[in-house]
């Protein structure tokens, strides 16, 4: 059974930064793909950006020279820089893993971009 739990999340000014963090517990985090997620009001969950076992990383349109996305094998944690936030950005974030097909999926986290 895996785990994922993020964390970062809040309020911020538009033009602001976040840091969200996702821990993964249990060990096949290093041979698993990790994404982050987004859900709006309203609006379907939506692929932000993901980074492969290998490193390889891929983002969403509307996020790219924005959010930077990275990860760390030995702590089992992904990472998700986000810059120059702005309203359009607000939702619920989730962190998910794909090992294979496998797919996990943790609780999310709020980010509200708002002056």
């Known amino acids: 059974q895996v785990q994922l739990v993020e964390s970062g999340g809040g309020l911020v000014q538009p033009g602001g930064s976040l840091r969200l963090s996702c821990v993964a517990s249990?060990?096949?985090?290093?041979?698993?793909?990790m994404g982050w997620y987004r859900q709006a009001p309203q609006k379907a969950r939506e692929l932000v950006a993901v980074?492969?076992?290998?490193?390889?990383?891929n983002y969403a349109d509307s996020v790219k020279g924005r959010f930077t996305i990275s990860r760390d094998n030995v702590k089992n944690t992904v990472l998700l820089q986000m810059n120059s936030l702005n309203p359009e950005d607000t939702a619920i974030y989730y962190c998910?893993?794909?090992?294979?097909?496998?797919?996990?999926w943790g609780k999310g986290t709020l980010v509200t971009v708002s002056d």
């Open positions: 249990g060990t096949i985090f290093r041979v698993s793909d």
């Open positions: 998910n893993l794909n090992l294979y097909g496998l797919v996990y």
């Open positions: 980074i492969t076992s290998g490193g390889s990383t």
